[in-house]
């Protein structure tokens, strides 16, 4: 290799590679496996009363349910019993707001965020969508006014316009059975928009590829239509594809967010989540499962329970959400045909993980229990 | 004004209690003072109350929850009916954002602002002063970038006289870290505009100096992925065939230099090597595939998957 400059990022890039190499080598020879019992004491405990530094979550109880019941349900813990099942639907109907969306927590104002959180979270607990405590017709009302004229969505009143939250409606009005033409049209072209100078997706046109807005430009044009039309039609699948195989480090294996930052835990799903979608079109697998899976069990899970974004911090339920989310994406092989998603049966490796469904982020068989339900009402 | 809360009176006030339900999942031990002040700011946004001891109320509440989107929306609405002023406004909300750099609210409550509250053109160095400011604590936080580019968009400042204060601010970033991929973003965001959207005649004559740039910063370090991207960014952009890049990309990657096959090839960038492997796979080369495979076989083997799958499509 030749002498190249070295800067603040080259730097910091070499500090995490030592780092996950030594926690890689330290693993050798040790079994990979799911700490599941750790993991659900963790998950419980966030479930329970948190202490005061967790104020800074305060607007995003609907949240701070998903993460731990999807953690919990993909781990296909017994801890979701009848006892929580009650306790979710009823810290999400306190966080119901009037205009029929739903808010951070009791009173805050309906914001598109925790109402995809709430709505996933339902969709975990509750099979039949008529005990929701969601009023759609006032929920449609208030997702056709968060619409701007351009084909964006805003979270909330003098809110931010971003991929993420168009997303989120679609995602809601999708499991709600409350998707119009009113509602998607200028979606996809809105989208379109957002596909930045390297190949990934920003938050909106102009802004740096990301790869949490990546998954949810791409997610939601699984929604907005027939996967591999949409993502063709929308999108330069060759430039995206580029940049969500670079996302993958050699030493890590674990996936980094944008071009020359870090590898952080949770982009094994944001990244990850797009090789089942773009499966539509590459038919073969592009990512490095197994690189992907070392990265998860030799340097985020934590022993006492818990995942977390790399060796050295602390696991929360935003990671251990979406790490394993992303294991489950890695492992589960997906396709779509007659409309609809699926994937292979429960995997036993590393002790048993959940499929996901790849658009919504809730269990496969979760999803699938719903579209059931629906049918016989 | 410092609007203190504690400066302020609210015995008149009856406090709203926090009402998550019965048994809640994640219920949160606050501390007295958040009680205490999400109390009387639930009490007084149901009344509607716009004045001095609301917008301090909504203040003290943001000091110590700032993701609490509901009080910044509050606050932009009463914001006219007291007595701060715009100045005031945008120092207080300086304050905020230093303490709490990664937040979502703050950047997009600063441009509301300055649409709703400023007639005309706000202050632009002073945004710009800011801006810079904020990127010395992080040089990529996404959400201090997502505001250069509004205030780019919504003041016009890819045009001339202004377009040039922006290069020499991406330029100054670049030169402390040539890798802040964020600062290359802006760059082309701030000359190309929007990938998708059609290339204007201006874009196209700015192609060539723009290469050379990507070239220069290559140069310093062949590894960084960066320039590589916004060079292949810019080709793709102005229409221009990747050939002009063909002897500059040979200097990193000499895997088609030699007939000798017992030489090793030097592979300085595998970014220069995946180029090539473009730039011949277009042209219905073999040397293309070749590329890929090299890629996939040797310089590149976490994307082994990518590129073999390039090479099968190639």
């Known amino acids: 290799m030749s002498s190249t400059l070295e800067t603040e990022t080259s730097v910091l890039q070499r500090e995490v590679e030592e780092i996950c190499k030594e926690r890689i080598k330290s693993m050798k020879g040790k079994e990979w496996r799911l700490y599941k019992t750790n993991h659900e004491t963790f998950l419980l405990k966030g479930l329970g009363n948190l202490p005061p530094s967790f104020v800074a979550l305060d607007a995003s109880k609907p949240w701070l349910v998903y993460w731990c019941i999807n953690s919990l349900a993909l781990l296909d813990s017994t801890l979701i019993n009848d006892t929580m099942i009650h306790r979710v639907k009823s810290t999400i109907a306190a966080c119901v707001s009037e205009d029929g969306g739903v808010g951070g927590g009791n009173g805050h104002l309906a914001h598109l965020a925790p109402t995809y959180a709430a709505i996933n979270a339902l969709s975990i607990v509750e099979p039949r969508k008529n005990l929701w405590p969601i009023d759609k017709e006032k929920l449609y009302n ?6 701007t004229s351009y084909g964006g969505f805003s979270m909330h009143v003098n809110g931010e316009v971003d991929t993420r939250a168009l997303y989120c409606a679609l995602c809601v009005a999708s499991l709600c059975d409350i998707i119009t033409p009113e509602l998607t049209s200028g979606c996809a072209e809105w989208l379109s928009r957002c596909q930045g100078f390297d190949g990934g997706i920003a938050g ?5 590829p990301h790869g949490g807005y990546t998954f949810c430009a791409l997610a939601a044009l699984c929604i907005l239509g027939e996967p591999r039309t949409m993502i063709s039609k929308y999108l330069d699948v060759d430039k995206l594809l ?18 020359n930052k870090l590898v952080d835990g949770c982009y094994s799903f944001w990244v990850g989540g797009c090789f089942p979608l773009l499966q539509t079109i590459t038919e073969v697998p592009i990512l490095s499962a197994y690189d992907l899976q070392k990265y998860i069990m030799t340097c985020s899970q934590v022993e006492t329970g818990g995942l977390a974004d790399k060796p050295g911090k602390r696991p929360d339920a935003y990671h251990t959400c979406y790490v394993l989310s992303g294991l489950s994406a890695s492992i589960g092989n997906y396709s779509f045909s007659n409309g609809s998603w699926n994937s292979s049966k429960k995997s036993e490796i590393y002790g048993g993980i959940e ?13 699938k229990a719903l579209s059931i339900e629906a049918e016989v009402m | 004004m410092s609007y203190y809360w504690k400066d302020y ?19 949160i031990i606050y501390n007295d003072d958040y009680k205490e002040t999400s109390g009387l700011l639930r009490a007084l946004m149901k009344s509607g109350e716009a004045s001095d001891r609301a917008l301090a109320i909504t203040s003290a509440v943001i000091a110590l929850n700032p993701a609490h989107y509901t009080v910044w929306a509050y606050r932009i609405d009463i914001l006219p ?3 701060q002023t715009v100045e005031g406004e945008l120092a207080w909300l300086e304050s905020v954002a230093e303490a709490h750099p990664k937040n979502y609210q703050i950047l997009q409550y600063r441009s509301n602002l300055l649409t709703r509250m400023v007639e005309g053109t706000p202050n632009i160095n002073a945004e710009c002063i800011f801006v810079e400011r904020m990127l010395l604590a992080d040089s990529k936080n996404y959400h201090v970038w ?3 580019q509004w205030l780019v968009q919504q003041y016009g400042l890819q045009a001339p006289p202004a377009i040039d204060v922006e290069l020499a601010f991406v330029h100054r970033m670049l ?15 701030v000359l190309f505009g929007i990938p998708a959207d059609p290339a204007t005649d201006e874009m196209i004559a700015r192609a060539e100096s723009e290469i050379t740039y990507a070239k220069a910063a290559i140069d310093l370090a062949p590894d960084n992925a960066s320039p590589w991207n916004y060079l292949s960014a810019v080709l793709k952009k102005t229409n221009t065939s990747l050939d002009v890049v063909e002897d500059f990309c040979l200097k990193f990657a000499n895997i088609f230099d030699t007939e000798d096959t017992t030489v090793e090839p030097l592979i300085m960038s595998r970014h220069a090597l995946a180029l090539l492997g473009d730039l011949y796979a277009k042209k219905q080369s073999s040397k293309g595939k070749t590329a890929y495979q090299a890629l996939a076989n040797k310089y590149d083997p976490i994307r082994a998957n990518y590129w073999s799958y390039m090479a099968e499509s190639s």
Request: proline share 10%.
């Open chain 1, 142 to 147: 208030w997702l056709m006014s968060r619409k």
């Open chain 1, 204 to 208: 909106s046109p102009g802004n740096e």
């Open chain 1, 242 to 259: 580029y940049w969500l195989a670079a996302r993958q480090y050699e030493i890590e294996g674990g996936f980094s967010g944008r071009t």
């Open chain 1, 355 to 367: 499929p996901i469904h790849p658009v919504y982020n809730i269990p496969m068989k979760c999803y």
């Open chain 2, 9 to 27: 009176d609210y015995t008149d006030v009856v406090p709203v209690p926090q009402d998550d339900g019965p048994d809640p999942l994640c219920a």
């Open chain 2, 81 to 83: 009916k007291t007595s």
């Open chain 2, 146 to 148: 997502s505001y250069r």
């Open chain 2, 175 to 189: 030169e402390d870290d040539i890798r802040n991929n964020s600062a290359w973003n802006h760059r082309f965001f």
